[in-house]
C-alpha cells in the first residue's frame, strides 16, 4: 500500500509522511499490518463466497482505517521525541553560555574600577607628562637618568598590576588574558606576554570610550588578538572616579575562553552513540562553535527558523532533522543574538532508543499502572486501542453468534479464522501502542535525568563565581591597608561600607556583603538594612576557617544551614582572607558574602523544569535540591520545606559524583519519574579546589495518580480448554462458552440464541438484585441478569461494553452478562460428567461439567448450566 492510502484517513503534517520511511519502528509496523491488510481481503472474499452472510467488508475497512491512523500517530509521536530531544539540546547550548556570559558583564564593569588599575593608567599618564617635562626643560642635555627614573618606577608598578592580573585569573578562570590600554590605543600592560600587540585601532576602544555607563561586547577578529580568527572579548572604560563625567585613563578587556567553555558545554550535552551535531550560530546563522568541526566546520552558514519546531534541512548534500532556538535571556540579558543549533543526520534521527532496561529499572506494576494513564498521549492516540478493542469485539460477537448458527464444519472454520485474524491485528496493534508506551516512558526517563543534570550544573557554575568574587573582593587594596592598621576612623569604616555597597549593586546574588577583623567583629556592610549587625562578633566554624586561610587561592564556605545573617534562613556563606598588603601570608581580617539562596536556587530549578509549548513549568512538575543527608536545600514545591528530609529511596542520594539516574516512584499519591544528578563541579570548582559539598538536583514529573486499578478478569478463550479442537463424531453436544470472573462456563448452544450489546438497555426500580436492566430483544422486553453473587464472586459495577448472551428459558428468553465470550467446541459425552454439587450446593442448574481433553495438560473444567433451571433458581431464592 503506498504512503498516501496509508495516511490519507489522518491529519498528520504532509511532511511527515516522508518521515515516516525513516522511523524503522513505525515501518515495521506498517510491513506487518499490510500482511494482516492482505489476509483480510482474502477473508472478505471468501466470506462473501461462502454463503454463511459473514460479509467482513465494514470490518477490514475499519481495521484499515485505523492502520491508517494508528501508524500516523506513532511517526506523529515518534518525531514530537525527537524534536523534544534536540530541542532540549538546542535551548540548553545557547541559554547556559548567556548565563556565563552575563556574569562577565558584571565582572568587566568591577574590574574596570579596581583602584589598583585607576592608579597604574594614573601614573602612566603622570610619567609621560614628567618626561615630557624633562625635556623640555633640558632640550640641549636630556636629563636620561631622570626619565630612566621614572620608567623604571612605572615599569615596577606595570609587574604589581600583571601580578593582579595574574590573581584574578586564578580565580576567574574563564578569562585567559587581560589587556589596558590607554585613550589612544596603546597597549600599557597585557597578561599574555606571546601576545605581541603594541596598539590597536579596534573601533571597540573608541566604542568603550563613548559608553559611559556600560560595557562593550563583540566577537569577531581583532588586531588585539592578531593570532586568533575571533575572540569573545569585554571591555569598559576606566575613569578617574565613579562619577558618569569622569575623565577616561584607558580601556581595560577581558578576554574569554570561548573554545574552551564550548568544548565542556558540548560534551555535557553529548554522550555516545550520539548522532545530533550541536553549534551556536551567530545571529546571521554562522556556525561559532561546533560539537564537531568535521561534520559541522566553523564558518559554515545555516538556515534558521527560531519559530519553527523543526525543519527538515540539506547540508553538505545530506538530509538533517534540525531545529534553533534563540536564548531566553538571563536578567535581562540576550547578548549578542546568538542562537543554539543542533542537527541530526535523517537517517538517524529516529533510530529506536534502548528501552530494554526498563523493566529492570522500574518495578512492573508501576509501569504498567503508568502505561496505561491517558495523560502520555494525546487524545487521538488514546483512542486508537478503544477503537480496536470495539472493533474486536463486535468481530468476536459477530463469529461467536455464528458459530452458535452454523453447523457446517467448513463455515466454522471460517469464522474462526476471521476471528484469528482479527485477534492478530488487534495484538499488532496493542503490540505498537504497548512499544510506543515503553519508549516514551523511556524518553521521559531520559528527559528528567538530563534536566536534573542541566540544575545542578546551572548550580556549580553560579557558586563558582560565588567563590570566586569573595577571593577578588578579600584582595581590594583598601581592605588590605585598612585592615592592617592597628586602628580604623570612622572614614576608613566609611571607605569599606561604600566599597561594599557599589560591589552589591552590581552584584545583586547577594543579601549582605560585611567585612570582619582578627576577632570576627562586624565592621561594615553593604546592606544598610543590615546595619544593626555591624560590631557584632561571629563565632561561627566557617569564621575560625577563614582566618586560617594562608593563601589567596583559598576560601571557606558555611554549611547551608539558618542563620541571622539571612534573616534565620538556610544558606551559604562565602568567605576569603584578607591579608596585609605588605606580608601577603598575615591575615588581617575576613569578608563573607551571604547568598541569596531561596530566590537564587529556586529559580535554578524552576529554569531546569519541562515546559509546555507556551513556555509555562508543566503542571505538576516540581525540582529539589538536597544534600547527602536528604536534607532539601530548595524545592520549587512548596509542601517541601527547606532543611527538612526528603523521604524517598536513599538509593538516590548516593550516587557517586557526575553521575544521574532516574526512576518512577510512588510518592505522595502519584507515580512520578524522578531524575537525579549528583554534582561535579564546574573548572575547578569542587573539583581540585578542596572544597567538598555533593548537592544532588532531582527533577519530578507526575505520570499517573496511585489508585486501585481495576481488576476484572477478562479471560480470553485460549485460556479455556483447546480452542479449535473438536472431538467430532455423532456423540457429542455443542457448547457455547462464556467467561465471568475467573470462571469459565457453557450453555448447550441449542440454547442460545446470540450475543448482543448492552445498547437500549433500562433499568427498573423495585427489581431482583441480580437484575440489572431490560432491554428489547425481538419485539419482546426481556430481563438482563448478572449472577456473580451466585457464582461466589466479587460484586462488580455493571460494565457497558459486556457482551449480554440471550439464552432461552422455556417459552422466554433472558440475557445473561458475561466479560467475555469464548469457544464454541463439540465435546464428546465420555468428557461429559453430570455431577450437579461443584458450584451449587443444591445443584439446582448445574446441566453437567466437561473434563479436560486427555493428554491436553489442562486440569480447567467447563461448568455446564442449564439457563431455565437458573432462572428458576434466582426467582426461588428471592422469595425465600
Known amino acids: 500500500m503506498s504512503d498516501e492510502a ?50 467482513m467488508t465494514d470490518t477490514r475497512l475499519g481495521f484499515q482505517r485505523l492502520t491508517s491512523e494508528l ?27 548567556i548565563r556565563n556570559l552575563f556574569e562577565r558583564t558584571a565582572d568587566i564593569g568591577f574590574l574596570a574600577t579596581d583602584d589598583d588599575i585607576r592608579a597604574f593608567l594614573t601614573s602612566a599618564t ?29 615599569a615596577q608598578r606595570k609587574v604589581k598590576i600583571v601580578e593582579r592580573f595574574q590573581e584574578y585569573v586564578a580565580k576567574y578562570s574563564v578569562y585567559y588574558n587581560i589587556i589596558l590600554l590607554d585613550p589612544d590605543g596603546q597597549v600599557l600592560v597585557q597578561l599574555d606576554e606571546e601576545n605581541t600587540i603594541k596598539s590597536s585601532t579596534d573601533p571597540l576602544l573608541q566604542e568603550a570610550l563613548n559608553t559611559h555607563s556600560d560595557y562593550v561586547e563583540a566577537f569577531r577578529q581583532t588586531d588585539l588578538l592578531a593570532s586568533e580568527q575571533r575572540a569573545l572579548i569585554y571591555a569598559y572604560r576606566v575613569t578617574q572616579t565613579n562619577e558618569p563625567d569622569s575623565m577616561p585613563l584607558g580601556v581595560l578587556c577581558l578576554c574569554f575562553r570561548f573554545e574552551n567553555e564550548m568544548e565542556g558545554v558540548f560534551n555535557h550535552l553529548s554522550s555516545d552513540g550520539d548522532w545530533s551535531v550541536l553549534s ?10 561546533s560539537s564537531d568541526t568535521y561534520h559541522i566546520p566553523l564558518g559554515a552558514k545555516m538556515e534558521i527558523a527560531p519559530d519553527a519546531d523543526f525543519r527538515v534541512s540539506q547540508f553538505a548534500g545530506r538530509e538533517y532533522l534540525s531545529t534553533t532556538c534563540a536564548t531566553k535571556g538571563y536578567q535581562g540579558y540576550f547578548g549578542l543574538g546568538w542562537y543554539g543549533h543542533v542537527m541530526i543526520p535523517l537517517e538517524h534521527a529516529f533510530d529506536p532508543k534502548n528501552s530494554s532496561d526498563l523493566r529492570q529499572r522500574v518495578a512492573p506494576e508501576i509501569l504498567d499502572a503508568v502505561m496505561n494513564d491517558p495523560r502520555l498521549f494525546s487524545e487521538d492516540l488514546r483512542s486508537i486501542p478503544i477503537q480496536a478493542d470495539h472493533i474486536q469485539h463486535e468481530l468476536e460477537r459477530t463469529v461467536w453468534n455464528g458459530n452458535v448458527r452454523e453447523s457446517d464444519a467448513q463455515s466454522k472454520v471460517l469464522l474462526w479464522n476471521i476471528s484469528d485474524a482479527g485477534a492478530r ?11 510506543l508506551h515503553e519508549t516514551v516512558v523511556s524518553g521521559i526517563l531520559n528527559d528528567v535525568q538530563f534536566q536534573a543534570a542541566l540544575a545542578v550544573d546551572i548550580m556549580d557554575r553560579n557558586l563558582y563565581e560565588r567563590a570566586n568574587d569573595c577571593r577578588w573582593w578579600a584582595l581590594t587594596s583598601a581592605f588590605r591597608s585598612i ?21 552589591n549593586g552590581l552584584y545583586t546574588v547577594y543579601t549582605n556583603l560585611f567585612v570582619y577583623d582578627l576577632s570576627g567583629r562586624i565592621l561594615a556592610v553593604s546592606n544598610s538594612a543590615e546595619a544593626r549587625i555591624v560590631g557584632t562578633v561571629l563565632s561561627e566554624d566557617w569564621v575560625r576557617d577563614t582566618l586560617s586561610l594562608k593563601e589567596s587561592q583559598c576560601y571557606s564556605v558555611s554549611s547551608f544551614s539558618a542563620t541571622h545573617l539571612y534573616d534565620s534562613q538556610h544558606t551559604y556563606i562565602y568567605g576569603a582572607a584578607i591579608t596585609d598588603p605588605d606580608n601577603p601570608g598575615q591575615c588581617v581580617g575576613g569578608i563573607g558574602i551571604v547568598f541569596d539562596s531561596t530566590p537564587q536556587f529556586c529559580e535554578m530549578l524552576r529554569d531546569s523544569l519541562p515546559r509546555s509549548e507556551k513556555g509555562d513549568v508543566l503542571n505538576g512538575c516540581f525540582g529539589v535540591f538536597a544534600d547527602r543527608k536528604r536534607g532539601i536545600i530548595s524545592s520549587t514545591d512548596e509542601r517541601f520545606t527547606v532543611g527538612e528530609v526528603m523521604d524517598i529511596d536513599p538509593a538516590f542520594f548516593a550516587l557517586p559524583n557526575g553521575e544521574g539516574t532516574s526512576r518512577i516512584i510512588s510518592f505522595n499519591g502519584y507515580y512520578y519519574a524522578v531524575g537525579a544528578r549528583t554534582s561535579a563541579g564546574y573548572r575547578e570548582y569542587k573539583t581540585n579546589d578542596g572544597y567538598l559539598n555533593d548537592v544532588i538536583a532531582m527533577v519530578f514529573v507526575p505520570l499517573a495518580e496511585v489508585a486501585e486499578r481495576d481488576k476484572r478478569v477478562h479471560r480470553r478463550r485460549e485460556m479455556g480448554v483447546a480452542a479449535t479442537t473438536r472431538d467430532g463424531g455423532p456423540d457429542c453436544i455443542e457448547l457455547a462458552t462464556f467467561y465471568i470472573g475467573n470462571k469459565w462456563l457453557g450453555i448447550n448452544a441449542g440454547k442460545v440464541k446470540e450475543a448482543i450489546t448492552s445498547e437500549g438497555m433500562t433499568t427498573v426500580p423495585g427489581s431482583h438484585a441480580f437484575v440489572v436492566g431490560k432491554i428489547l430483544y425481538d419485539g419482546h422486553i426481556i ?50 460428567d453430570k455431577k450437579k454439587n461443584v458450584l451449587d450446593a443444591s445443584g439446582h442448574y448445574i446441566e453437567c461439567i466437561i473434563k479436560p481433553q486427555p493428554n491436553s495438560g489442562s486440569k480447567e473444567l467447563l461448568v455446564v448450566i442449564d439457563p431455565e433451571k437458573m432462572v428458576d433458581t434466582l426467582i426461588g431464592t428471592c422469595h425465600k
Open 425 to 435: 491485528t488487534k495484538m499488532v496493534f496493542e503490540k505498537s501502542i504497548g512499544n
Open 126 to 154: 603622570d610619567m609621560e607628562r614628567q618626561i615630557a617635562l624633562i625635556r623640555e626643560q633640558d632640550e640641549l642635555q636630556p636629563d636620561q637618568r631622570g626619565a630612566a627614573e621614572i620608567r623604571a618606577d612605572q
Open 483 to 503: 585592615l592592617a592598621q592597628p586602628e580604623r576612623s570612622a572614614e576608613d569604616i566609611d571607605t569599606i561600607s561604600s566599597i561594599l555597597a557599589y560591589i
Open 6 to 55: 496509508y495516511y490519507k484517513d489522518v491529519k498528520v503534517p504532509k511532511l511527515l509522511t516522508g518521515l515516516i520511511n525513516h522511523m524503522s519502528t513505525v515501518e515495521g509496523y506498517r510491513e506487518e499490518l499490510s500482511n494482516l491488510g492482505n489476509q483480510w481481503d482474502l477473508l472478505t472474499i471468501l466470506g462473501q463466497m461462502s454463503g454463511t452472510g459473514m460479509d
Open 71 to 97: 501508524l500516523g500517530q506513532l511517526g506523529l509521536e515518534t518525531l514530537k521525541a525527537t524534536v523534544q530531544e534536540i530541542g532540549s539540546k538546542a535551548q540548553v547550548v545557547v541559554d547556559i553560555v
Open 280 to 289: 551556536l550560530l551567530d545571529k546571521e546563522g554562522r556556525v561559532i562553535a
Open 783 to 832: 430481563n438482563v441478569i448478572d449472577v456473580r453473587t451466585q457464582l461466589k464472586l466479587a460484586q462488580e459495577p455493571f460494565d457497558p461494553n459486556a457482551p449480554i448472551v440471550v439464552l432461552e428459558t422455556g417459552e422466554d428468553c433472558v440475557g445473561l452478562v458475561v466479560d467475555a465470550l469464548g469457544e464454541i467446541p463439540e465435546v464428546c459425552m465420555d468428557r461429559v
